[in-house]
């Protein structure tokens, strides 16, 4: 056998990787029990106290039989095997974005009865075909509009600058498939940001191609409710004016001799603070010298400079107070834990601290303390310091006494992203209505060299200082973007442009508890099937059905390795999979052993019977596995949700079953053979078993004939008659 020590190499070095990506498991695992054990409450696990936990650990380091190797739990649950619904329990939802709604706003809703009829017959034939809703919608307008042109109904404010009203009806129609694709698209974005928000472990968030559709799977979520209000509610763009240091800095200077006080009456034994700063080590939220802020905002102050220089104090002295052990009684230890200097004028707040934050400053005395009109928000993109820790940038701005933003999305008509070639880097152009326009010229007018944040759903996606007034509505964004985040900045900004409303299609909720039942049976599936297997090998053939056991078992190990790195999600039909292809496994090794000892038979000596017996048995065990090869490609590329489950097990076992069928078992066997050791591949019991059987299939032919015959024809009038029995899968309920 050529390449033997290279084979040798490859299975250690696959396996040594398969046995660290399963090892997140395992740790995982620890995680969730020492959870489960923190939640137990009268003999049972409560969800809300068992995920709290989880919460509060999701961002330290694991500890693995008291050591720590250097991983969060979020690092190890990305890491580690992932569960389908099937087995983990959780939410399966399909939503569906209106395209009739994006035509109808295209449209600036036309009340031409064509259009309108137009519109259902489109709904109507999409429903019942799936196909492209603007080539459905054309088709119809085609039986409707007597000659009329898209244009003229598609030709208005919002086409502007793409669609004139002698526009042919190909321009409008690659100009409405556009649009609709980008708003499909968005709100795939907006969903995406919003289940990252909701913080589930593993999502599964796509778009099906050629649908107006997106699929969310959402393991281990317990709250459907709460699933259907995040999904299908209106995501909230803003425009919101900024608090600059020096406006707020005796507010500041006020929180932080409020704490102070605190802090001598908990040294003093009189009554304590809340527990702010539980778990919170200080050294680990100071971000170094050479950590690059956010936003480095200085030049954009407004106000006198000694008042710039009194923020600019305390904000330092604050973060400073936290690196030292000995806090000086100048600034509270409290803030200068929780609160983390990223440049000289902005603090930042560590992920895991953003709720200790929050309590703090939504605490009566300390609301008293700001402006009616003052309110904080974080930046949705961290900062990655010096240590690892998630850095988020803390802003303040500025609401109404009623909560609103002066300047809200929905006057947003266009954004895109661009390439400044002067100033060399990307930014995003936006435009907007006249209305929209006339708001934020007065905004920008009394916000010159003073920021504006960009706001969706309460994160801060880019909070630029205003240069001039900005008069007609078209402004453009900076913030050292590179090309990704330009575009998802423009998408972010265009949600504003058409709200149109998505709704749920489709829902499926799996309980935990019946995932646990479907993790115990297929686990006990695979028991039953590989112990009856393994016994079976060993008593038929002997010390080489070890050999085949070992192979089998090795298969295994590598199927469940090799799904971390790629990717896959084991369910309950990948389980079958994997059954299946232990199966075929040890059909590969019984068509070896079977040629092995019709080579014995003959006379060979045993290095050859082996060396031909492999040859001779390949060829028949690689037609075999490339033609299910082939049908499980086709169930991967044309299925979905189960099926996909199914044969990405399926085919990670037959490349896995073909390695160590074909090639570990021979290196195990030729490695007895030079050391002396006799491969046996029967026992006494069935040496002659099977040997001398002899009956003439081919003579019986006709009588083969009759029989197929009629089961065929009572199949197709069963079919005929009865029809098929579709499962909810394909026909809903």
Do not use: H
């Not at 900024?242 to 406006?247: R, Y």
């Not at 009189?270 to 905002?297: E, F, H, M």
């Amino acid at each position: 056998m050529r390449n033997k020590t290279a084979l040798i190499v490859l299975t250690s070095i696959v396996s040594l990787l398969c046995l660290y990506y399963l090892s997140f498991t395992f740790i995982g695992r620890g995680v969730e029990k020492d959870a489960e054990a923190f939640a137990m409450e009268n003999g049972k696990v409560n969800p809300q106290k068992k995920q709290a936990y989880l919460d509060s650990v999701w961002t330290e380091p694991v500890s693995v039989l008291g050591i720590k190797p250097g991983f969060t739990y979020k690092q190890v649950k990305e890491q580690e095997v992932k569960l389908g619904l099937d087995l983990q329990g959780g939410m399966n939802v399909t939503m569906e974005v209106n395209a009739a709604e994006i035509m109808n706003v295209l449209a600036n809703n036309s009340p031409n009865p064509a259009f309108r009829k137009s519109l259902a017959e489109a709904s109507k034939d999409q429903a019942e075909t799936r196909r492209n809703y603007v080539d459905a919608f054309y088709d119809a307008w085609k039986r409707n509009a007597g000659g009329q042109t898209l244009a003229s109904i598609f030709s208005n404010r919002l086409s502007r600058g793409s669609i004139k009203f002698n526009s042919t009806d190909p321009e409008v129609l690659k100009y409405l498939n556009a649009e609709v694709d980008e708003t499909i698209s968005r709100s795939f974005e907006i969903l995406r940001t919003r289940i990252d928000k909701f913080g589930v472990t593993q999502p599964n968030i796509q778009r099906l191609q050629g649908t107006n559709r997106i699929l969310v799977e959402l393991p281990g979520i317990d709250d459907p409710e709460r699933v259907r209000k995040l999904l299908q509610g209106t995501a909230k763009l803003e425009f919101l004016e900024v608090f600059e240091p020096n406006e707020i800095s005796a507010s500041l200077q006020g929180l932080n001799d409020f704490l102070l006080k605190e802090e001598a009456l908990q040294k003093d034994g009189g009554k304590t603070l809340t527990d702010l700063t539980t778990g919170v080590t200080p050294d680990s939220a100071i971000l170094q010298n050479d950590a690059t802020p956010i936003d480095t905002t200085a030049s954009a102050l407004g106000g006198d400079s000694a008042a710039k220089d009194t923020a600019k104090d305390a904000l330092g002295g604050i973060a400073d107070s936290a690196k030292s052990d000995t806090n000086s009684s100048k600034y509270s230890a409290t803030l200068g834990k929780l609160l983390v200097a990223v440049s000289q004028t902005e603090f930042g707040v560590n992920v895991r601290d953003t709720s200790k934050v929050n309590r703090l400053f939504s605490r009566r005395e300390v609301r008293s303390l700001f402006p009616p009109t003052f309110n904080t928000a974080y930046s949705v993109k961290p900062i990655i310091d010096t240590k690892g820790a998630e850095i988020l940038t803390m802003y303040f701005v500025k609401r109404s006494r009623d909560g609103r933003a002066p300047l809200e999305g929905d006057v947003i008509t266009d954004a895109k992203a661009d390439y400044d070639q002067i100033q060399g880097q990307y930014e995003v152009s936006m435009r907007m209505s006249s209305e929209g326009a006339t708001k934020w010229r007065r905004l920008t007018a009394a916000n010159i060299k003073r920021r504006v944040a960009i706001v969706l759903d309460n994160k801060v996606y880019s909070a630029p200082t205003v240069q001039n007034e900005i008069p007609n509505g078209n402004s453009s964004i900076t913030g050292n973007f590179n090309v990704e985040e330009a575009k998802d900045l423009a998408t972010i900004l265009k949600a504003g442009k058409m709200p149109v409303p998505t709704r749920i299609v489709e829902e499926a909720v799996v309980g935990p508890t019946l995932g646990a039942e479907s993790i115990s049976q297929g686990i006990i599936s695979i028991l039953i099937g590989f112990v009856t297997i393994l016994l079976f090998m060993w008593a038929y053939y002997s010390n080489s059905g070890v050999v085949a056991n070992i192979a089998v078992l090795l298969n295994v190990f590598l199927i469940l390795g090799i799904l971390v790195p790629v990717g896959a999600v084991l369910t309950l039909p990948g389980i079958a999979g994997i059954v299946l292809t232990i199966g075929m496994a040890v059909d590969a090794n019984v068509l070896i052993n079977e040629r092995i000892k019709d080579e014995l038979e003959e006379g060979q000596p045993m290095e050859q019977a082996v060396k031909n017996g492999y040859e001779s048995a390949s060829i028949s065990i690689w037609d075999a596995n490339l033609t299910t090869a082939i049908a499980g490609v086709a169930l991967l590329f044309f299925g979905s949700g189960s099926v996909q489950g199914f044969a990405t097990t399926l085919l990670i076992g037959i490349a896995t079953s073909l390695f160590t069928s074909i090639y570990i078992t021979r290196i195990i066997t030729e490695w007895q053979i030079k050391r002396g050791m006799t491969p046996k591949f029967f026992t006494a019991a069935t040496k002659t078993l099977f040997r001398k059987l002899n009956y003439d299939f081919v003579a019986k032919r006709k009588i083969a004939y009759v029989i197929s015959s009629v089961i065929i024809l009572g199949g197709i009038i069963s079919l005929a008659t009865n029809g098929l029995n579709y499962g909810v899968d394909f026909k809903g309920g």
